[in-house]
């Protein structure tokens, strides 16, 4: 007689892949995913053919989980700095409540084990979100010499800094989220549009 499937035990696993990849990248075994999840190593294989397809799953539930955080409140109306401003607040959010999966996502999003279609479903689920750099080159907000993957790279480093920091002086955390988004869009914007007022 076949095995039920729980959802909530699959969840477990991915959660503890996320947790393994943060650990030890994308090489981690599977039974320490199995020990972190608290299940039987053959119990990931029941929900995962193999483990290339969890990291797959893996990468697809960070990328939805972000996604959830940035529509909510999305200003799909107001100027494009509006927007980028309110992506950024968000993804800070995220990553800051969420350093496993942040972590975990940056090490998938560079490995050859995510596949072309994990990766263009990936962004498919951000809808408008996804398309905010090529409206923003097409209204000349955005710096239209630069390559959308470089922009989007100058985001994340700079992401990455100023989440350090945060984490580190959680008095000073509102003036470096502020000053990590001036630093971008420094970078990214093309001068033909103001910040937007702080607070």
């Given at each position: 007689m076949a095995r039920l499937k729980s959802e909530e035990k699959r969840n477990a696993i991915l959660a503890a892949a996320a947790q393994a990849v943060a650990e030890r990248g994308v090489g981690a075994p599977t039974s320490l995913i199995a020990k972190l999840a608290g299940v039987?190593?053959?119990?990931?294989?029941?929900?995962?053919?193999?483990k290339d397809l969890l990291l797959n799953e893996v990468y697809l539930t960070a990328k939805s989980n972000l996604r959830e955080t940035m529509v909510d409140g999305y200003p799909s109306r107001a100027p494009i700095i509006e927007r980028f401003e309110h992506v950024w607040d968000r993804y800070l959010d995220w990553g800051l409540g969420q350093p496993a999966l942040r972590s975990a996502m940056a090490q998938?999003?560079?490995s050859e084990r995510i596949t072309p279609a994990t990766r263009i479903e990936g962004e498919r689920v951000f809808g408008d979100i996804a398309d905010l750099f090529e409206v923003g080159?097409?209204?000349?907000v955005l710096r239209k010499e630069q390559p959308v993957g470089f922009m989007a790279g100058v985001i994340v480093a700079v992401a990455e800094t100023t989440m350090q920091?945060?984490?580190?002086n959680a008095a000073n955390a509102a003036d470096y989220r502020r000053a990590g988004f001036e630093a971008i869009w420094r970078a990214i914007g093309s001068g033909r549009a103001v910040c937007a007022p702080a607070g």
């Open positions: 039987a190593e053959g119990s990931i294989f029941t929900y995962f053919a193999d998938l999003m560079v080159i097409a209204e000349g920091f945060m984490a580190k």
